[in-house]
């Protein structure tokens, strides 16, 4: 089964980024972008995972010692792509966030997971395939962007598959801060 572990957002935080986000889609010569069931910001990427497996992680998140914390999103970004950008929401520097995802990195590494060896840079995706229009206003779409707070006070370990051609997200265990 495919697995990740992340932050996900009560319904209110997903409602204002889905109101940026439909602001930035009305400037999108293409692409497709994140439906509010998929908004989230990954802590740690597992790929394919046998079910076998799924109790290593459990126990791993069982021992993470982390505390609720706030998180703010600061701008819009993206990754360049010949076929169209990946576009995101950055998330700005936070120490209880960079702490919590180390040691989950770390605990996950100790159960022998193979795991993205690169640093983590927290972002929230929002489109992918995309090609925006150059008459996007930056400046107010950032200080928008900037309004949204998150209160994080669990983080969930995902399931994701395809059912009937739809992409579904189902926590399978959650950690309480």
Request: hydrophobic share 40%; charged share 30%.
């Given at each position: 089964m495919r697995l990740f572990i992340a932050i996900n957002f009560d319904e209110c935080v997903k409602n204002d980024i889905k109101n940026i986000?439909?602001?930035?889609?009305?400037?999108?010569?293409?692409?497709?972008?994140?439906s509010k069931e998929h908004m989230?910001?990954?802590?740690?990427?597992?790929?394919?995972?046998?079910?076998?497996?799924?109790?290593?992680?459990?126990?791993?998140?069982k021992i993470l010692n982390a505390?609720?914390?706030?998180?703010?999103?600061?701008?819009?970004?993206?990754f360049k792509r010949k076929d169209g950008n990946i576009y995101w929401f950055g998330v700005a520097k936070n120490k209880e966030l960079i702490n919590m995802?180390?040691?989950?990195?770390?605990?996950?590494?100790?159960?022998?997971?193979?795991?993205?060896?690169?640093?983590y840079t927290p972002?929230?995706?929002?489109?992918?395939?995309?090609?925006?229009?150059?008459?996007?206003?930056?400046?107010d779409l950032t200080e928008t962007i900037n309004k949204i707070q998150i209160d994080v006070k669990s983080i969930d370990l995902m399931k994701s598959e395809n059912i009937n051609g739809k992409l579904v997200y189902t926590i399978i265990f959650s950690k309480n801060l």
């Open positions: 986000v439909n602001n930035i889609e009305k400037y999108a010569e293409q692409g497709r972008f994140v989230h910001l990954t802590l740690e990427f597992l790929g394919e995972v046998s079910e076998e497996r799924v109790n290593d992680i459990i126990s791993g998140m505390v609720p914390f706030s998180l703010s999103l600061t701008d819009l970004g993206y995802q180390k040691e989950l990195h770390n605990l996950l590494l100790e159960k022998e997971f193979e795991l993205e060896q690169r640093d972002h929230l995706t929002i489109g992918r395939k995309v090609k925006l229009i150059n008459t996007i206003n930056l400046k």
